[in-house]
């Protein structure tokens, strides 16, 4: 891999992750301060800056702003990100606006409606966590993939840390990236993640297959990124079942 900045980063969140998050290489959890090696954590981490807003203005200033004729909720939200995103170093300022985002999007109000019974307050509380991680991934508006964490490869990384079997594992990816975005989870998911810089893309298609998601900057290459993935993915998600407590699971 290729790694630049390797200072350790340090975040204190409003909850305590689940400890079992320190199975991966690199991560540490005590309760609510999570400590991240670059260097031992990511598959790929070749840049240090990420594109965020604050969330506090996208909650007053985009959430509750509806589409028209003539402006799409994706210009509305190209247009927040030109006027209020700035570019920064802080990981640990990137991880903590990663979890509001997410705390907002797996909220529990939404159980009643997704359809899942056998989907949990507890599995939420799972993709809120997995979700957050995964917001240090990354990228560039070429297409080229800079940063790779362990969490781009979902329904491997929470049968990691949860000791999830194949089934709920993919379940659980189908809920993140597919199930939860009929079209009102959609326009409320591409708001939200106006304060991570882009929108949220995957790789997978009508099921889960390990191809990931990440918040991509508007305007990225898609096609160099799926090459890209493409050319990566089975290995690395082949290291991160290696630290399986349960192999059988």
């Not at 200033?61 to 995103?85: G, P, R, W």
């Not at 990691?160 to 989870?185: K, P, Q, S, T």
Request: proline share 4%; net charge negative; aromatic share 10%.
């Amino acid at each position: 891999m290729t790694t630049i900045d390797t200072t350790a980063i340090t975040v204190e969140l409003p909850k305590a992750f689940d400890p079992r998050w320190s199975r991966l290489p690199g991560i540490q959890v005590d309760g609510r301060r999570i400590t991240i090696d670059p260097a031992e954590y990511f598959f790929r981490f070749e840049s240090n800056t990420w594109l965020i807003a604050d969330w506090e203005l996208v909650k007053a200033q985009l959430l509750d702003v509806d589409e028209t004729t003539e402006s799409a909720v994706e210009q509305l939200a190209l247009d927040f990100i030109k006027q209020h995103s700035d570019s920064t170093s802080d990981a640990a300022r990137v991880l903590a606006t990663a979890y509001e985002v997410y705390a907002y999007l797996f909220r529990e109000e939404h159980l009643a409606g997704l359809g899942l019974p056998q989907i949990t307050a507890d599995h939420l509380r799972m993709l809120r966590e997995a979700a957050t991680l995964m917001a240090l991934n990354k990228v560039e508006l070429d297409g080229h993939i800079s940063n790779v964490g362990p969490c781009w490869f979902f329904p491997a990384a929470t049968s990691v840390v949860f000791d999830l079997d194949d089934e709920m594992g993919g379940m659980l990816d189908e809920v993140y990236h597919g199930g939860w975005f009929n079209e009102h989870r959609r326009i409320e998911s591409i708001k939200a993640h106006a304060a991570l810089g882009g929108r949220l893309v995957h790789g997978c298609q009508s099921v889960p297959d390990q191809t990931g998601g990440v918040v991509a900057p508007y305007g990225a290459s898609l096609a160099n990124f799926r090459d890209d993935l493409s050319a990566f993915k089975a290995g690395w998600i082949k290291q991160v079942y290696s630290h399986r407590v349960n192999p059988a699971a």
